[in-house]
């Protein structure tokens, strides 16, 4: 007999939204999280992007809340402890090797593994990281009112960021580094025709400056080797995602850039095995959207289990 009903990879948003339907459906529920609890969104200063929140919520806040929630319907969460290996078994159930060398089973799996950020790894990234340097300009643009900001990158994502962006702050330094954007055309005329936008062509971004706060950038033009101070009061990095994907590569479909391919019952290609969230190909990455395939993957859990009975 398996030892959980639904073993959930993943503490982030689509994991604990998982949770809580599973805990209410009274489904023995396994949350596992290798970092901490609520992943990327932990570290927002703040979300002002999420319906009920008219006031905004730091993302540690919104986090902990979260996991109150899962917890007071039955879920069991283990902060700090990975997989490392998924096995299905012949009689449906799914071993999972844990990151601390233990082994659990479950009837079910949901992956809600999310996917990382391709970063610049220059000095000063970490130190800002949630604070001054963001991956979603969505996400944290209303925080840079009026400031100069820099964009770094050149495909739809940069583009598109960057001109939501421009509601909001000044000015947009965006680093790239070839010398035209890659972006959908009509998305880079728009772009471009936007006054605050100024392209800073052959270049790379080496160093996020400043003492308490993001202060400005440190330039290298690859074409002549030389550096400038560029001021700015936030950066934006939009060079790619990474989806968390490797334990699963040899299980379910993936697409060209390691994305899990799912229906839209959130189900992979092994009876059993849902996935959902960022790690999965969807066409829109927001908070709201990642919460909803969380509860749609719980209650293809319940369903699942429910027509296994008869």
């Not at 932990?42 to 899962?70: C, R, T, V």
């Not at 996020?208 to 074409?223: H, K, P, S």
């Amino acid at each position: 007999m398996a030892d959980y009903d639904v073993i959930i990879i993943g503490g982030g948003p689509t994991g604990l939204a998982a949770a809580v339907y599973t805990g209410r459906a009274l489904l023995k529920t396994l949350v596992l999280e290798k970092k901490f609890v609520g992943g990327q969104i932990a570290m927002s200063a703040a979300i002002d992007n999420y319906p009920g929140f008219a006031d905004g919520i730091s993302g540690f806040d919104f986090a902990q809340s979260f996991l109150k929630h899962a917890q007071r319907f039955g879920a069991e969460v283990r902060e700090g402890v990975g997989a490392d290996q998924i096995t299905p078994e012949n009689d449906g159930t799914f071993t999972i090797k844990l990151s601390d060398g233990s082994s659990v089973t479950g009837r079910t799996v949901i992956l809600a593994m999310g996917r990382f950020p391709r970063t610049l790894n220059v000095p000063g990234e970490k130190k800002f990281e949630g604070r001054g340097v963001s991956w979603c300009g969505t996400c944290d643009g209303a925080f840079f009112r009026d400031v100069p900001v820099a964009v770094v990158g050149g495909g739809n994502s940069a583009v598109e960021e960057g001109q939501f962006l421009t509601r909001y702050v000044s000015e947009i330094k965006n680093v790239h580094r070839r010398d035209h954007f890659t972006a959908q055309k009509i998305l880079i005329e728009e772009y471009l025709h936007n006054a605050k936008v100024h392209p800073i062509w052959h270049s790379t971004v080496e160093e996020i400056i400043g003492e308490t706060e993001v202060e400005a950038i440190r330039v290298r033009n690859l074409n002549t080797n030389e550096s400038e101070v560029i001021p700015v009061k936030g950066v934006f990095e939009f060079i790619g995602w990474i989806p968390s994907s490797e334990i699963v590569t040899e299980l379910v479909e993936l697409d060209e850039s390691g994305r899990v391919v799912v229906n839209e019952l959130m189900e992979t290609r092994i009876p059993g095995l849902f996935a959902a969230g960022d790690l999965c190909v969807r066409p829109v990455y927001q908070l709201a959207n990642v919460v909803a395939d969380g509860v749609q993957a719980a209650i293809s859990v319940e369903k699942y289990l429910e027509a296994k009975k008869h």
